[in-house]
């Protein structure tokens, strides 16, 4: 077998590390795969059938409406771990959106799929510093209840990579770049050794998640383009056709200028 025969197709392993369930093994995979990006092969013009199920996820955390998911205050330890293992959700998850958007798609250039495949290895990365994190302070994934709501617009989104970009990285992961500061001056204030470990974290994952909003708009400017639509206007229609989250400040102006919103972008913020 010659080694052109013997690498693996991101997007079908794409797929399956979706479909794991374990989340360790999930990293594993993501890992695997981004180490052989530069001799993947990518069935870009495959249809790939979606299975049932997906994502692929693990017995635990028990997984709760938003609206069930107690809150403590991060003051207390129980209430810091708590605060994390929810962090700690949201990347796990970003591991399945980013693998979604990697496999589903055809006819994307090869550069779509790799990016994609190297965003899902950053919120590997970024779960595997959150998890290890929450066992250093006698706790793991899996302890608290989680919310159910951060598949909701990747099954939404499934039928058109143009409403994917635009609702997903560019709006739902742009939410991230707004929070994370406030979140971190919360956990200054906390100062425990735990709190302050997580804010080193975030300012990994606010670094990271800059440049993974700034690869969705890459993308969705790329498809206006193809379509011949406009950015600003398209967003909004979409934005309602598929009833996004409302956008409320305080925006981060200056993380999304670096992953590229445009002034008239911007502008638009909380209209």
Not at 52 to 57: A, E, F, I, Q, R
Request: overall charge negative.
């Amino acid at each position: 077998m010659t080694a052109t025969q013997a690498s693996p197709e991101l997007r079908q392993g794409a797929l399956q590390a979706l479909m794991a369930h374990d989340p360790q093994q999930k990293v594993l995979l993501v890992q695997s795969l981004r180490a052989q990006a530069a001799t993947l092969l990518i069935a870009e013009q495959d249809r790939l059938e979606a299975p049932p199920s997906l994502p692929g996820c693990p017995d635990r955390p028990e997984l709760r409406s938003h609206l069930d998911v107690p809150k403590r205050s991060p003051f207390t330890p129980q209430g810091l771990a708590t605060l994390l293992h929810a962090v700690t959700h949201i990347e796990f998850n970003a591991i399945n959106l980013a693998l979604d958007a990697a496999w589903r798609f055809e006819g994307m250039p090869r550069a779509y799929y790799l990016d994609w495949l190297q965003v899902a290895a950053e919120e590997a990365h970024h779960f595997s510093l959150l998890r290890a994190h929450l066992q250093a302070m006698g706790y793991d994934y899996g302890d608290f209840p989680a919310h159910t709501g951060l598949w909701d617009m990747t099954e939404k989104t499934a039928g058109d990579v143009l409403a994917r970009m635009a609702l997903v990285p560019r709006t739902l992961e742009a939410r991230g770049l707004d929070a994370t500061p406030a979140m971190q001056a919360k956990l200054r204030k906390v100062g425990s050794p735990g709190a302050l470990g997580a804010v080193a974290i975030l300012d990994i994952i606010l670094h990271d998640e800059i440049g993974h909003v700034a690869i969705g708009n890459h993308w969705y400017r790329h498809l206006c383009s193809e379509r011949g639509l406009d950015p600003v206007a398209t967003y909004a229609e979409l934005a309602a056709r598929y009833e996004a989250p409302a956008l409320r400040g305080p925006f981060n102006l200056d993380a999304r200028r670096a992953a590229g919103f445009d002034e008239a972008e911007l502008a638009q913020l909380g209209r």
